[in-house]
């Protein structure tokens, strides 16, 4: 006995429809995954010479590594900077040499005064956090010299020393400058 449905036979899916459906999802899949990759691109991130020779270590390029750092957006900068904390950056250097070292800043003048390091593949630049007025206020100066090899490598930001109480600063930037260079500090 044949049972009629009442539908239509040209309304019935073809056998290999299934197959077809799951082979364009994987497609799409595939195509959303490769687009997203793109955007997590290392080389985005790398810190290049500007025209002057000059490299701007900004807190957009940085990455944030500890427990408590945060970057802050409103003020493009990196804030809550604990002794367990550091920023990292990628950095290719054109040519070998002594460049100057800027440092851009905020801090209140109770935190001021903790020991940092920049640390790079083969030198350290050693200095203390000084004062800027509050933590609204930001400060740009020269924070000492350090000879840079050519190549690509990393740079770090960080607390000298253990702390328990309170934070390092808010950092914007590090600039470092070609020595036989006169460009203006961060502005």
């Not at 003020?75 to 851009?104: C, H, M, N, P």
């Not at 800043?105 to 083969?122: C, I, M, Q, Y």
Request: charged share 30%; hydrophobic share 40%.
């Amino acid at each position: 006995m044949k049972v009629e449905t009442g539908l239509n036979n040209s309304l019935k899916k073809p056998k290999n429809s299934c197959c077809f459906s799951v082979l364009l999802t994987a497609f799409f899949l595939l195509i959303s995954f490769q687009a997203m990759s793109v955007n997590f691109d290392q080389n985005d991130l790398l810190v290049r010479p500007e025209s002057d020779g000059s490299l701007r270590l900004s807190a957009e390029k940085g990455r944030a590594i500890g427990p408590d750092i945060k970057y802050m957006p409103e003020w493009k900068a990196f804030g809550w900077f604990t002794a367990k904390d550091r920023v990292e950056w990628d950095v290719l250097i054109k040519e070998s040499g002594e460049y100057d070292v800027f440092l851009e800043w905020s801090v209140s003048n109770k935190e001021a005064g903790k020991p940092f390091v920049l640390v790079t593949r083969d030198k350290q630049l050693k200095n203390k956090v000084g004062k800027t007025g509050s933590w609204e206020t930001f400060k740009s100066a020269k924070i000492g010299s350090i000879r840079l090899s050519k190549g690509k490598q990393m740079m770090t930001f960080k607390s000298d020393s253990a702390f328990s109480e309170g934070a390092l600063l808010d950092l914007r930037e590090v600039k470092l400058v070609p020595s036989a260079t006169k460009a203006l500090p961060i502005k």
